[in-house]
């Protein structure tokens, strides 16, 4: 079993190759299968999250004291790894999914078959968020964005510190298990709001939010709990000195090249 996994994995590796790769040569993949400006700003990055569970791009113990090593091993390793593989085994099973970028199975939930779609939902959103999630954070992070976005966000919250303040909010107020986000919405403006489980806002008519993802914050308990405990406040207000805003300045400048082709 443990081959054969490896085997699919290799497999839906080298294809979703091949397909980032041709897309890329035609220039189609920033607004895949949408047309007009409102579709194409809710498009997904250009750049598609891979199927497999890519290594961590730090060690564990790289963001203390924000986050501690045993967090970030036990987050990586078991939960989003549990994601990844829940991921899998839909896929194994079910042969419409395979070839099929993930952002479009999360884009299109209703053309998943209705046995995979909760899978899909639950695992395939788990595994597409983390994947992100590791990325939006560094060492070297902190700060605030410059550039494009610095300039967005100042439109529309008036100035960096409001912005926090309204992300921040968002993600201390999320009832329950969920996440946090800054969004390009359909309509091309900057939109903060937080989805549910593992929603996320590329799951239109499903998520609480709609748009492409530019920064996530994961607010389930196994993402802070052994450091923080029952205090997401003091977490959500830590992770600001983590943030990575280059890949954050990277989606919005891919997002919005979308929303105007």
Known sequence: ???????????LSRREFLVAGSSAMLGMLAAPRVFG???AAAAPPSMPVSMSQEPLPYAFDALEPIIDAKTMEIHFTRHHAGYVNNLHRALREEASLQGRLLEDLLGNLASVPEAFRTVMR???????????????????????????????????????????????????SRFG???????????????IGSTANQDNPLMRGVADLVGTPLLGLDVWEHAYYLKYQNRRGDYVQAWWD??????AEALYADATRAAQG
């Open 177 to 191: 298990s969920g996440w946090a986000w800054l969004v390009l919405n359909p309509e091309g403006r900057l939109e």
């Open 122 to 172: 639950n695992h395939g959103g788990g595994h597409y968020n983390h994947a992100l999630f590791w990325e939006w954070m560094s060492p070297n992070g902190g700060g605030a964005p410059e550039g494009a976005l610095g300039e967005a966000i100042e439109r529309e919250w008036g100035s960096f510190t409001s912005f926090q303040e309204a992300f921040s909010n968002a993600a201390a």
């Open 37 to 39: 400006r409102a579709a």
């Open 1 to 11: 079993m443990k081959q054969l996994s490896q085997a699919v994995t290799n497999a």
């Open 242 to 247: 983590v943030v990575n805003w280059d890949k």
